[in-house]
């Protein structure tokens, strides 16, 4: 395991080096997944080098707008060779998923990542713990090494930033952060126009899922905690697709007086997907998602643990009891 941190110059060396390219990032991919993917992707196409870019969900509805989109697939039916693999805001190997098979040996691997848990796999690992999102490393290495910015690149990192930041309002954003977020603009980004496609522009479907999130919500550990739990049926029957749950679990966050905000949503494969989210920062939720395999940042984390929908509600929510009585 690589235990410091590779340079960017060793990264950009890396990159000019190599001809063909892939851009992978992880399974169930939110705005800093595809907004970084999307932007070293299209800067380094304009650089001349091959790229491609695969997710296993391809490109979801709610992203389409982001430039360069149409670039975006599932993998290949057979392994394809590559000079150089870049995982991006993917805390474990395994969660990059189903495109991981279509990838032959022999390419050099590079990750790049902002989760404190990442496990540190690849030949040139980067990972910031500090910065707020992904796509902000991204920034920072394509400047400091003087790739192109071309077309589409500030678009698709200030949605990374602007994403993952919860639109700069989350504590890990700094006056880096806004530094950053200003100097896409100079480069061209319609604040108005991105922050309608990103936050004004959900399906009705989505609506219908916020609904049934309300209706179940839970508040346990005496006002402190908000959970919500949604099962098959209900998004079968709301129509629900994968991408639509994303950001759900900010609306049940922002009661009053709760500190953590919990959501559980069942998956196929007697898996639930959990998110945890903390107000406090006395309560690192990534140590909670530990125990159930998972990982992610101190106040946002999530793990897939196996079970029924009710026997990880029950295990997590008494996880999170304990947490929250360390600091009654």
Known sequence: MNTTNAT????GDALRGAHSIC??????????????????ALSLKHAGKSVTVWNE?????RYRFLPGSDLVGSGAENPVEFDVVV?????????????????????????????ISNGRYGDLVHIDGHAPATGEIIFEFLTNQEFPFTYG???????AISTDTGSFQYPSTTARTYEIAAELVRKGVDVG?????????????????????????????????????LSQEIIRETGALPDDTEGLIDQI?????VLIAAFFEELDGGKVRVSLRSKDP???VCEICKNFNGGGHALAAGARPSGTLAEVEKNVLEAIHVALARVD
């Open 87 to 115: 995982v991006l805001d993917t805390a474990t190997y395994e969660r990059a998923g189903k495109p991981l098979q279509s990838v032959a040996p022999g390419a050099l691997w590079i990750n790049i990542d902002h989760h």
């Open 193 to 229: 126009d991105l922050a309608r496609k990103l936050y004004e522009s959900f399906p009705m479907r989505r609506i219908e899922l916020l609904r049934e999130t309300l209706t179940c919500l839970r508040i346990t550990s005496d006002g402190r905690c908000a959970s919500a739990a």
């Open 153 to 159: 690149v500030a678009d698709n990192l200030y949605a």
């Open 282 to 284: 006395r309560i690192n």
């Open 57 to 61: 969900d391809a490109m979801n509805d």
């Open 8 to 11: 960017f110059q060793e990264i």
């Open 253 to 257: 966050r922002a009661i009053e007086g």
């Open 23 to 40: 851009v992978l990032s992880h399974v169930r991919p939110d705005g800093d997944a595809y907004g970084s993917q999307l932007a070293l």
